[in-house]
T-cell receptor
Framework: GAVVSQHPSWVICKSGTSVKIECRSL??????MFWYRQFPKQSLMLMAT?????????EQGVEKDKFLINHASLTLSTLTVTSAHPEDSSFYIC??????????FGEGSRLTVL | ELKVEQNPLFLSMQEGKNYTIYCNYS?????LYWYRQDPGKSLESLFV?????AVKQEGRLMASLDTKARLSTLHITAAVHDLSATYFC????????????FGTGTRLQVFP
């Protein structure tokens, strides 16, 4: 099956710094990728839709200046958490669409902000 | 606004027993997904249900979809410890079905 890779798997950073998380579709081109966040023992919450070559579409309540999304190519989307704070600590998961409802999830990236 | 609810939220059951997890959603959708998540891991795709009356089975798990009732079920048959995990259903929004709204999740614990 298709593979979606996230990097890094786990990152610990100091409060106030920015962190970039990458989501790559390794064996297919994804015009659309999605970013989710998951707090401990909770469900996944859709943050934004990342579209190749255009601006991301953010869900209500998600700060676009806080969570910068760049979908520079058909195989790569990046999520940058700017000026991270402890409340941004979460598990971030991306998914990539192969079209026709075929979705593949990355392994997830755990962010811990001290 | 599309809402997806799962029931129960937590389930502890003995090995060998059967049980059903329910997933209700509030607006029309044409596809429903079931995922498994182990602690600290991402999602593992279990089933994709695309039409009313669809039924899929894999091992001890069977999923069904009733689009008229906006209900999907995940039935566990003769549970084993390896099935212990959190199970999520997710529904595609009608307009952009690749955008998923996830249910609350059901944490399953199977004990001897």
């Amino acid at each position: 099956g298709a593979v979606v890779s996230q990097h890094p798997s786990w990152v610990i950073c100091k409060s106030g710094t920015s962190v970039k998380i990458e989501c790559r579709s390794l064996d297919f081109q994804a015009t659309t990728m999605f970013w989710y966040r998951q707090f401990p023992k909770q469900s996944l919450m859709l943050m934004a839709t990342s579209n190749e070559g255009s601006k991301a579409t953010y869900e209500q309540g998600v700060e676009k200046d806080k969570f910068l999304i760049n979908h520079a190519s058909l195989t790569l989307s990046t999520l940058t958490v700017t000026s991270a704070h402890p409340e941004d600590s979460s598990f971030y998961i991306c998914s990539a669409s192969k079209g026709r409802g075929e979705l593949f999830f990355g392994e997830g990236s755990r962010l811990t902000v001290l | 606004e599309l809402k997806v609810e799962q029931n129960p939220l937590f389930l502890s059951m003995q090995e060998g027993k059967n049980y059903t997890i329910y997933c209700n959603y509030s607006t029309t959708s044409d596809r429903l997904y079931w995922y498994r998540q182990d602690p600290g891991k991402s999602l593992e795709s279990l089933f994709v249900l695309l039409s009313n009356g669809a039924v899929k089975q894999e091992g001890r798990l069977m999923a069904s979809l009733d689009t008229k009732a906006r209900l999907s079920t995940l039935h566990i048959t003769a549970a084993v410890h390896d099935l212990s995990a959190t199970y999520f259903c997710a529904v595609g929004r009608m307009v952009n079905t690749d955008k998923l709204i996830f249910g609350t999740g059901t944490r399953l614990q199977v004990f001897p």
